[in-house]
């Protein structure tokens, strides 16, 4: 059994982009997709993600192979990777949350998630709809009413910025 | 393989960016909003208005009830009353943290409470001020099948009957609990893996009753009373620690710690606060430091190898001779130890450090692989993450020959293999 194990940690698997771009990555390092995991288990080796783009793609191995590399030395360095892959544009930010929902990886999902939280969080409701691209579809006087029924969320400072 | 691929145009994806996101990912990004912010994301569009109500995750967080309480209490309480009555569907999660308010009498917390858990709660938190009475715990929560996660502060439990049964709970934290004792209660959790008292009273005729258990914890000002857990035992981690430097434990209680780390499960972290190493230590009396010293240098101290012992960080190291002699003990008798870090009690010069280092290089060692690190004093800041980081690595055993063993020096011993 060991022997087994041994040498599916060196098998190889094919990641194919929704733009037709193709990589190879580890196994090992696949697997901590949930939806890799399934198709491996299932005997698969060649793995299409027609919901996720090359860009994306090529972050998320990154971030992968880092992860799957953890050991307790490198915690700090796996840290500032992290922080460094989440200082991104809000349009890259969706693309990649989109991604690792599709691809299952909950600890990305966490990390991205709270990131858009986080940057969302002080801001205006005029600029969280710029920034998620929202036409407004209430009428002023509609928009009046609702922050009147919930006027204790509407105190206070905002922030307008867009990034 | 020709396979033609649905391909979203990029610039449609790019007019709506919350339309293309699954429900499930905006749930999540809005569950990391704090309450306030998530209702605000109501007012972005139509289809927006109904999200924020139907979010699984309230979390009241002390931050939101003590604005609110800011202005005044029957603020905050109808406000709370409002987002209770616009919530549509189940409940998840429920955090109501009011440590920052002084709000006795308790009516209004009994109603979210029910609130809560009729709505098949499973991760409840409640978190009250200490200066406040304690709250006593309604029997809906006792009975409350869905919660897997509980974590309770400053609050009484007087359960109807002496059988509390948590049949899907996981995780319990209690802090400040005290419990009134109906002769003799028992907390039925089938399924409870972490186990954290701090500061609890009452537990003298308490049993938990969890074949489970893996992770637990007792911090305390007095003895920990740990008959209750003496049906546990598949405990991987054990932290223990007590601060009342007055308190010997007698026979039976000595014995019973004993029997609980003899029960512990073969791979486990056991971290023991310095008074533990304090009461357990041989019989001395008036010379305290003398009579360590002896005793650890007798043979007899520590007969058997200790073959599975294979970490130990001894944090607070004053370079006392008792300390010294651990160190050495360790060394010559863990023969797979592959690291041992010391951290210094407090910064000290160079010369002294290089003193120290020397001193301990010279210890023979029993292990070919060990290594040691001599750390500068940290901050207890950065105690936290270091015990995340415990916890995910595979632990060790250490019989009780090791408590006997243990110096009267002021350290805290993680031990883990």
């Known amino acids: 059994m060991a022997s087994t194990t041994e040498t599916k940690q060196k098998k190889m698997l094919i990641l194919k982009s929704a733009d037709n771009d193709e990589f190879e990555i580890e196994e090992s390092v696949g697997v901590q997709s949930e939806t890799i995991k399934n198709l491996v288990e299932d005997g698969f080796t060649f793995v299409p993600l027609p919901n996720v783009y090359t860009k994306a793609l090529i972050k998320i191995i990154d971030y992968l192979k880092k992860h799957a590399n953890k050991t307790d030395s490198n915690d700090e360095e796996i840290k500032t990777f992290d922080k460094d892959f989440v200082n991104t544009t809000f349009d890259d930010l969706f693309e990649l949350v989109s991604a690792a929902n599709y691809l299952h990886i909950s600890c990305l999902m966490n990390m991205l998630c709270q990131t858009i939280a986080d940057r969302i969080k002080d801001k205006s409701p005029e600029a969280v709809r710029k920034i998620f691209h929202i036409n407004c579809d209430y009428t002023p006087e509609e928009e009046a009413k609702i922050r009147k029924a919930n006027a204790q969320a509407f105190e206070g400072q905002f922030d307008e910025s867009l990034d | ?417």
């Open chain 2, 1 to 417: 393989m020709t396979q033609v691929y649905s391909r979203r145009s990029k610039r449609a994806a790019v007019e709506d960016r919350i339309s293309d996101l699954p429900r499930n990912v905006t749930n999540h990004i809005l569950g990391f909003l704090p309450v306030k912010e998530a209702a605000r994301t109501s007012i972005l569009y139509k289809r927006w208005r109904h999200i924020w109500p139907m979010l699984p995750y309230l979390v009241l967080d002390n931050r939101f009830c003590k604005n609110l309480a800011g202005k005044s209490l029957s603020v905050f309480k109808e406000t709370v009353d409002t987002i209770l009555l616009q919530h549509l569907g189940v409940i998840d999660k429920f955090v109501l943290d009011v440590s920052g308010v002084h709000l006795p009498p308790y009516e209004n917390i009994d109603r979210w409470m029910l609130y809560a858990t009729r709505n098949g709660v499973k991760d409840l938190t409640f978190k009250l001020s200490i200066e406040c009475s304690a709250y006593k715990l309604p029997s809906h929560v006792f009975n409350c099948l869905a919660l897997t996660h509980l974590k309770l502060f400053n609050c009484v439990f007087k359960p109807p009957n002496s059988v509390l049964g948590f049949h899907n709970l996981t995780t319990l934290y209690l802090e400040r609990i005290t419990f009134v004792p109906v002769e003799f209660s028992i907390i039925n959790a089938p399924l409870l893996m972490n186990l954290t008292m701090r500061y609890c009273d009452g537990t003298q005729h308490l049993s938990v009753v969890s074949s489970w258990l893996q992770y637990l914890s007792v911090f305390g000002i007095q003895y920990p009373n740990l008959n209750c857990f003496t049906n546990c035992n598949n405990l991987r981690v054990l932290h223990l620690d007590y601060s009342d430097m007055n308190y010997t434990p007698n026979h039976d209680e000595r014995s019973t710690l004993e029997k609980l780390l003899f029960s512990l499960a073969p791979t486990h972290e056991l971290y023991l606060g310095s008074l533990f190493l304090k009461c357990h230590k041989v019989r001395t009396t008036s010379d305290n430091a003398q009579a360590v010293l002896t005793y650890l240098g007798t043979p007899a101290c520590l007969d058997r190898p200790l073959n599975k012992l294979k970490h130990v960080i001894i944090h607070w190291f004053k370079d006392s001779k008792a300390e010294l002699f651990l160190v050495k003990l360790l060394f010559a008798r863990a023969p797979y130890l592959i690291r041992m870090s010391i951290e210094q009690a407090k910064a000290s010069d160079s010369k002294e450090e290089r003193h120290i280092t020397t001193e301990l290089m010279r210890f023979p060692r029993a292990s070919p692989k060990a290594e040691l690190f001599y750390l500068p004093s940290v901050l207890n800041s950065t105690t936290p993450s270091r015990r995340t980081d415990l916890h995910q690595r595979k632990v060790c055993i250490l019989r009780a020959s090791l408590l006997e063993n243990a110096s009267n020096s002021h350290q805290n011993c993680f031990i883990y293999v």
